[in-house]
């Protein structure tokens, strides 16, 4: 089954979302470059679960006047299947990748009343500070209390907070955009992909927001637990017994996101798609499901473009 | 907000303790019960409207209720003491003991305040306009805590011993502050924009406290050792938190300020900081 939608064929399908341990920081620096560097190192290598630690991604950049330090800042959202684990690939990459990196400081992004639970990261890391951290204070008796951590590095003193807020999220929304050709195939990814973030509180983990090789759970080859997504690998279309790629589609693209609530993956989804969609060149979107083996959202392509 | 308004009139030379004067003590009751409320002159009982003209409307919920006080009462002691909700506004100078124990509310003094202001308040908002005497925001004798949560911010200067047992909470002073400020303390964060006093920090133990003095220094205790002149990060959001939070504009001057960094008091082993704005 299938719809049109502006003249681009959308399979009446659904994306299948699952639960995810999901924070939310912000990496501040002296100057923006700093402080994407800072982001850009802490998301590196957190794509997917399938073979990294965690997922993560830069939700947006947070301009001076809206972070606490009045620096140019980074949103950053990181996933973990577990709290603990989240906590673990937090507390590492914030150490070898944000501490290390000049003039960074780090701030909850995720306020406690929106929040399932507080990791108590910045007071693992204060470790760092083999005794000589200061412990700063903020708002004791007078609205929120806030604490943070000082500690004092080669460069000067790193300042973190102590708690960083996580609550149960959603992974796994995605969307597969089939053109023709690869180039506007990959534009109308792009197109997509800038679309999706103009929705708070959601990431595109893979390079660039997009993902190439989509990929399949299993393999012929005992060793390997996933493998390319054949049903999807145009160049082997007319091989591969059961191929989903239709005759006209030489290239596809998967966009995955992940989101601190369904409602905000729906309507992310459905932006994308359009953008996707008006950016032409597009021959037909579908959506990866495991018949609701996976997990328990069921994200329609269709309620996400009516969600916009 | 309710606003019940009291206007001094008495004439008496000998201090009031008016620790009735306090939201908490007033909501829900009637006027004619408030007028009967109990003062003190020394040993003497009086009623409330024997000093103050009594007016206005009362709430049934503290957190709803600001008192208005009119009037001279540099002589009028403990307004505000142990408050834990709601408003008060005084128009002119006040006495002693101003918001002591205060644990919630908000007390703003549009003259002046005397002594032991903000005295072990442990939570709320205190705010002098103009200048507050000695003992701002510290311990009484023989405690072991003074100050431990909550904001004060004075516009004018403020006395000896400022903050004095500190444990936690915030004192901003944006005059001048006499000897002695931050005396014992073991946390909590003092800001003076005036020029502060010499023996700041005297005998300061540390836990996270530090003085942030923005308009210079007379002198610093000998056993305070200088380690480092940089720009400091969590400055800015304390900094950025006065301007937004409290009004206190100057603050964003000092966003790229050096500061020198100063810890002791060594003569207890203490780990405290005192931050010296560099002068650009």
Not at chain 1, 186 to 199: G, K, Q
Not at chain 2, 36 to 62: A, C, M, P, Q
Not at chain 2, 103 to 127: F, L, P
């Amino acid at each position: 089954m299938s719809f049109n939608f502006n003249g681009v064929e959308i399979d009446d399908t659904f994306a299948e979302g699952f639960t995810m341990w999901g924070s939310r920081i912000i990496v501040t620096a002296l100057n923006r470059k700093w402080a994407n560097i800072a982001a850009q190192n802490m998301t590196g290598f957190a794509t997917s679960v399938i073979a990294c630690d965690c997922e993560a991604g830069i939700e947006r950049e947070v301009p001076s006047e809206s972070t606490p330090d009045h620096r140019p800042g980074t949103a950053i959202m990181v996933f973990g299947f577990s709290k603990g684990k989240l906590s673990g690939s937090m507390l590492n990459r914030i150490g070898q990748c944000v501490l290390t990196c000049p003039t960074s400081a780090i701030f909850n992004g995720l306020p406690q009343n929106e929040s399932d639970e507080m990791l108590d990261i910045g007071k693992s890391l204060r470790f760092f500070g083999d005794g000589y951290q200061v412990k700063m204070r903020m708002n004791d008796g007078l609205g929120e209390r806030v604490r943070f951590w000082r500690i004092p590095v080669m460069q000067g003193e790193f300042l973190t907070e102590e708690l960083y807020g996580a609550k149960k999220a959603v992974a796994g929304g995605n969307f597969l955009i089939m053109g023709e050709e690869e180039k506007s195939t990959l534009e109308a990814a792009e197109r997509a992909v800038e679309a999706i973030h103009t929705v708070p509180m959601i990431i595109t983990p893979f390079p660039g927001g997009l993902c190439r090789s989509g990929s399949k759970v299993g393999s012929k080859y005992a060793f390997l637990k996933a493998s390319t997504n054949t049903p999807f690998c145009p160049t082997i279309k007319h091989t591969f017994k059961g191929s989903n790629a239709p005759e006209k589609v030489n290239s596809i693209i998967e966009i995955v996101l992940n989101g601190l609530d369904e409602s905000s993956v729906r309507r992310a989804m459905g932006f994308g798609i359009k953008a996707a969609v008006e950016a032409g060149g597009v021959k037909k979107i579908t959506a990866v499901n495991f018949g609701g083996k996976l997990g328990k959202f069921k994200i329609g392509l269709r309620e996400s473009l009516e969600a916009t | 907000m309710k606003i019940l308004k009291l206007k001094y009139f008495g004439e008496t030379l000998i201090p009031i303790e008016a620790e009735n004067i306090t939201p908490d003590l007033i909501t829900g009751k009637q006027l004619s019960e408030i007028e009967r409320l109990t003062l003190y002159t020394g040993n003497r009982e009086h009623k409330l409207s024997e000093f103050f003209d009594i007016s206005g409307d009362v709430s049934n919920e503290v957190g709803s209720q600001m008192i208005l006080v009119e009037g001279e009462t540099s002589l009028v002691k403990y307004i505000g003491s142990s408050m834990s909700s709601g408003k008060i506004i005084i128009e002119g100078n006040t006495g002693m003991h101003l918001g002591s124990k205060m644990t919630g509310g908000e007390i703003q003094v549009k003259g002046s305040v005397d002594d032991w202001a903000g005295a072990e308040m442990s939570g709320g908002y205190i705010r002098v306009n103009g200048n507050a005497g000695n003992r701002l925001g510290s311990g009484y004798r023989g405690s072991s805590e003074g100050m431990t949560g909550g904001v004060i911010v004075v516009d004018g200067n403020v006395g000896q011993e400022c903050g004095a047992l500190l444990r936690r909470g915030m004192i901003v002073i944006r005059g001048a502050v006499a000897p002695f400020a931050g005396v014992h303390m073991n946390g909590g964060q003092i800001f003076a924009f005036g020029k502060v006093s010499k023996r700041l920090g005297a005998s300061a133990k540390g836990n996270g406290g530090f003085i942030a003095c923005l308009g210079g220094v007379e002198q610093m205790l000998p056993t305070y050792k200088y380690d480092s002149t940089y720009k400091p990060n969590f400055m800015r959001v304390y900094l950025q938190q006065l301007s937004e939070n409290f009004g206190v504009k100057e603050a964003e001057k000092f966003m790229d300020t050096s500061f020198e960094r100063y810890s002791g008091d060594l003569a207890c082993g203490g780990n405290n900081e005192i931050f010296i704005a560099s002068a650009e």
